[in-house]
């Protein structure tokens, strides 16, 4: 078990540009959740994956940001034209469901955003 | 209006003492609560959950109680030491089996002095 792990670390972009951010949960677990957290606050929820489909998305997500998990294993989270906003910290999550009864998140060590 | 609600201000301890942060929410029903641990720059570190029908739940120095009537989680450290200075987060987890977000409060930072 090697955890959740983040891709990249960091990044720093020009406003304007696209970035992607690449999720690797713990392999056995089916659902897999994005969160962002800016300085002095709890993180924010913005998507979840049970397999590959895309379950819920809070209106946080805007029509620039798009995730993928397209073989029901690591997920992709974008965001295109990026805005100085948008720099956060980008969290992944993943956790095991079973039979509906939901277990613990299991977090990675964050892709830092800084948009300049 | 929801909210979750921590402790505002920093708690700063002396080593030794029993350290207690508080978790206030309104206008939420959770299956259950979550205590989790971060550190500067990096992830939340999962600490303890507890569920809707728990009242208590200990794993070493740490206790969590759970009272769904007063809406409130409170979570203990005993005999805390430098080490345990962190940030700690409370989250709800909102929901039956089909979503399983968690929706946080803004932590409280503890500092355990020597």
């Known amino acids: 078990d090697t955890g959740v792990s983040q891709n990249p670390r960091h990044k720093i972009t020009k406003r304007g540009q696209n970035v992607t951010f690449r999720c690797d949960p713990i392999?056995?677990?089916?659902?897999l959740y994005w969160y962002r957290q800016t300085l002095g606050q709890g993180p924010e929820f913005l998507t979840y994956f049970q397999n590959e489909a895309q379950l819920e998305k809070s209106r946080l997500l805007s029509d620039r940001f798009s995730a993928e998990r397209p073989k029901g294993s690591f997920s992709t989270l974008e965001i295109q034209r990026t805005e100085q906003g948008d720099s956060a910290m980008y969290l992944c999550a993943s956790s095991f469901d079973w039979a509906g009864r939901e277990e613990t998140q299991y977090f990675g060590p964050g892709t830092r955003l800084l948009v300049l | 209006s929801q909210k979750i609600e921590q402790n505002s201000e920093a708690l700063n301890i002396q080593e030794g003492k029993t350290a207690t942060l508080t978790c206030n929410y309104t206008?939420?029903?959770?299956?259950?609560l979550q205590w989790y641990r971060q550190d500067p720059g990096r992830g939340p570190v999962f600490l303890l959950l507890?569920?809707?029908?728990?009242k208590e739940k200990r794993k070493e120095r740490l206790k969590v109680t759970f009272d769904t009537t007063l809406k409130q989680s409170l979570f203990h450290i005993t005999a805390s030491q430098p080490a345990d200075s962190a940030t700690y987060l409370c989250?709800?987890?909102?929901?039956?089996?089909?979503?399983?977000?968690?929706?946080f409060g803004q932590g409280t930072t503890l500092q355990v002095k020597p």
């Open positions: 206008n939420y029903s959770p299956a259950y």
């Open positions: 392999s056995e677990h089916n659902r």
């Open positions: 507890i569920r809707e029908n728990e």
């Open positions: 989250a709800l987890g909102i929901g039956s089996g089909n979503t399983g977000k968690l929706i």
